[in-house]
């Protein structure tokens, strides 16, 4: 396989938000079985594309590979063929090699619910700071490719159907900026069944109050409810719907860098 045809599958499987680990061959000492450059992609689910090596080689490769998913950080290993350092393969064709896996991610996806004077401007400045920007929305006057025309997707439909389009994953960045509180209101409930990275709603501490000992009255897990982030955004005294986006997407790098 070329590096055409590899590259050409990463792009595919970060369009389809698949983590995946990118392992190439960075040093070469004494004899091995293929040169410097030589990649292959490691699938979460440990399947290959590509080769380094092939047999007893490319299955410590992907081992290592799946540790590095896991724990979502890049690393370089040395194998040992017979001489040197590094982890033992069983070869005797001696020398070593040096593998640097690289892990690659999706952008991060943020589903914003609402379409509104806050929801633009989240969108926007999401987008900018790398954010995979989906609108759910009911109202199909402000939900449209022509406002938001920086985000992959647009939903128009009842919220908590629209929810239901999407494939909700627990790496999902969700806020909820729609301003009917009763309709956010179901929409916590929804999403609530799953777990995701990032749950936000915009409200006063009052609403924030009032919506979580809702929740909890009706059953939800009180650790999950005072996990949502409400009132949503860092607390920075903003004013205006673009201080209000500032402040959300502050939060929201927060979270995704683990600061919070």
Avoid at 13 to 40: F, H, N, Q, W, Y
Avoid at 165 to 176: Q, V
Wanted: charged letters at 30%.
């Amino acid at each position: 396989m070329n590096s055409e045809e590899l590259f050409r599958k990463i792009t595919e499987l970060l369009s389809e938000r698949k983590t995946i680990a990118l392992c190439t061959v960075i040093e070469k000492i004494g004899s091995g079985p293929r040169d410097i450059g030589a990649k292959m992609i490691v699938y979460d689910d440990g399947k290959t594309m590509g080769s380094i090596g092939g047999g007893h080689i490319e299955r410590i490769i992907v081992k290592e590979a799946l540790k590095a998913i896991k724990e979502n950080k890049s690393r370089e290993i040395t194998l040992s063929l017979g001489s040197g350092e590094g982890i033992e393969t069983g070869l005797i064709c001696g020398g070593s090699i040096r593998i640097f896996i690289d892990i690659i991610n999706p952008k991060p996806r943020l589903i914003i619910i609402g379409s509104g004077n806050i929801a633009k401007p989240l969108a926007e400045i999401a987008n900018i700071v790398g954010f995979d920007v989906i609108i759910v929305d009911d109202n199909m006057e402000t939900a449209t490719k022509n406002r938001f025309p920086m985000v992959s997707k647009i939903i128009v439909n009842q919220l908590t159907k629209g929810i239901e389009e999407l494939d909700i994953k627990s790496e999902d960045f969700i806020a909820i900026v729609h301003g009917d509180v009763e309709k956010e209101y179901e929409v916590l409930k929804k999403i609530l069944k799953t777990k995701v990275r990032y749950l936000g709603l915009l409200g006063s501490k009052r609403k924030s109050s009032e919506i979580k000992r809702r929740l909890i009255e009706e059953g939800y897990n009180k650790e999950d409810v005072e996990k949502i982030h409400s009132p949503i955004g860092l607390d920075i005294g903003a004013e205006t719907p673009e201080e209000i986006a500032v402040s959300i997407t502050a939060e929201l790098i927060a979270v995704l860098r683990g600061k919070i």
